[in-house]
């Protein structure tokens, strides 16, 4: 894929290097040329001093044949207009922009641009740590029917296998984070003590489940 990146900041920067190491093309875009001594030496992509919203940057960014855009300078409003131009004017179906507001993040994201809110997102890790009961959404999709959200399991469920958790719940375990890595059960893997359940369920079903992952499951007699 060729991607076109917005701000060569730290997030920017790690993005670039990460992409180009799995075979991707990178240009990134920064108003601040500057900017572009957070590459690491060896970089081969291009970098392209400007405004990234700006059209004529945009395009010799290598927009026109992109397969992805990045935004993630400092500013929500530069972030967003430039994903806007990205997906509108140049046709680029995957964007992403990061969005310090989490109210705007999260009308955006209804709008069908991918947001990532970067300070809503660290205070919610912050909090399931300090207070892990019940259900915190993670991503929705933009018509709002379907959350990917992590849940409270009862110590009970530790050593029953996933699929009971899918049988009892009526939702999928998308993936288990375990010692701060994820993993992707089989219907025979077993909840271990410390792990993180993320889960793919109907919005309307989330008080359901996590009524019933937060309780031990029923014992068969």
């Not at 059209?55 to 430039?82: M, P, T, Y």
């Not at 806007?84 to 507001?101: C, H, K, L, Q, S």
Request: charged share 20%; aromatic share 6%.
């Amino acid at each position: 894929m060729h991607v076109v990146i917005m701000g060569c900041g730290r997030v920017g920067s790690t993005v670039a290097h990460i992409l180009e190491s799995h075979d991707h093309t990178v240009a990134i875009v920064d108003q601040n040329p500057e900017a572009f001594r957070r590459l690491q030496p060896g970089f081969e992509g291009s970098t392209v001093a400007g405004v990234g919203f700006d059209r004529d940057v945009l395009i010799e960014a290598g927009i026109e044949r992109a397969d992805a855009f990045v935004a993630v300078s400092s500013g929500d409003n530069s972030n967003i207009l430039a994903a806007r131009v990205a997906r509108e004017t140049f046709g680029v179906d995957n964007v992403v922009a990061r969005i310090y507001d989490p109210g705007r993040a999260e009308v955006y994201q209804r709008l069908g641009i991918p947001t990532v809110a970067t300070v809503r997102w660290t205070a919610d890790q912050i909090l399931r740590r300090l207070f892990p009961e019940g259900a915190e959404t993670e991503w929705v999709d933009p018509t709002g029917t379907v959350q990917l959200a992590e849940f409270h399991v009862s110590n009970g469920w530790i050593g029953q296998t996933v699929d009971k958790l899918e049988d009892a719940s009526g939702a999928r375990i998308a993936f288990l984070t375990r010692y701060g890595e994820g993993v992707l059960p089989t219907s025979s893997t077993v909840v271990q003590d410390g792990d993180l359940v993320h889960v793919l369920v109907n919005t309307d079903r989330i008080p359901y489940v996590a009524q019933v992952l937060a309780k031990d499951p029923e014992v068969e007699i």
